[in-house]
């Protein structure tokens, strides 16, 4: 089984639960969804990148983690999840290595994550607001919640258009969820002119909504510029 790959490297986990821990990052390359504040969108196609087997995946791996002391693989993208039959083959080997597994998805494969959740340690979800990527996701992620459990912790990146009902609807699910998943708020990223940050009235505005109706959240930008590591 082959996969394409975008990049295997060491860094810090800039985003979420797990910002600040040393993680060797396996990027895949393609991705189903379009949101406009991507911020690899180098790789959303398979176009130009290595397409590499599950030995040669598993032996970059061991090399970047023998090099930076890393013990947790996190598999992201583009949509790893994209790849899942490469998943399925990839993940024993990094358990059976003694890896821990950080899974970065924008949660809409909930069949595909039935069958490799076993294997994950931690799943990092998305909620994708329509306002974002042009199309609601509400039932796949209400299912991907249900077979990811409490694994999952869910991220919603925030935008200076991002919709208070959009908002809303995303509150109402997770509250439905048990257990309740612990939220991450993303103030996003600019994106050159086309996509702006949420003033921090409207930051303001979307935590103490959502800290009424949830036990957990915290609003966390993305380290990584501020770190200037990638």
């Known amino acids: 089984m082959n996969a394409f790959v975008s990049e295997i490297y060491s860094s810090v986990q800039g985003e979420g639960l797990c910002a600040g821990e040393r993680q060797i990052f396996l990027r895949l390359a393609g991705c189903p969804l ?109 299912d991907f919640l249900s077979v990811g459990g409490e694994k999952i912790f869910v991220k919603i990146v925030l935008e200076e258009k991002s919709a208070l009902d959009e908002f809303e609807q995303a509150l109402s699910l997770l509250k439905s969820v ?4 612990k939220l991450i708020l993303q103030p996003v990223t600019p994106v050159d002119d086309l996509v702006k940050s949420p003033s921090a009235e409207q930051i303001a505005s979307f935590y103490s909504r959502a800290r009424r109706e949830l036990p957990f959240v915290l609003v966390m930008p993305q380290q990584h510029p501020l770190w200037k590591i990638r």
């Open 34 to 142: 379009r949101c406009d504040y991507c911020d690899t969108p180098e790789s959303l196609t398979s176009e130009g990148h290595p397409l590499l087997s599950v030995g040669e995946v598993f032996n970059k791996v061991l090399e970047e983690s023998r090099i930076s002391g890393a013990k947790t693989v996190s598999l992201t993208g583009g949509e790893p999840m994209a790849q899942a039959r490469f998943l399925k083959e990839i993940l024993p080997l990094l358990k059976n290595g003694g890896f821990q597994i950080y899974l970065e998805t924008a949660g809409v494969h909930a069949d595909f994550l039935r069958e490799i959740v076993g294997l994950c340690d931690v799943i990092a979800m998305d909620i994708k607001l329509p306002t974002a990527t042009g199309k609601s996701f509400w039932r796949e992620h209400a």
């Open 178 to 181: 048990r257990p309740i998943p």
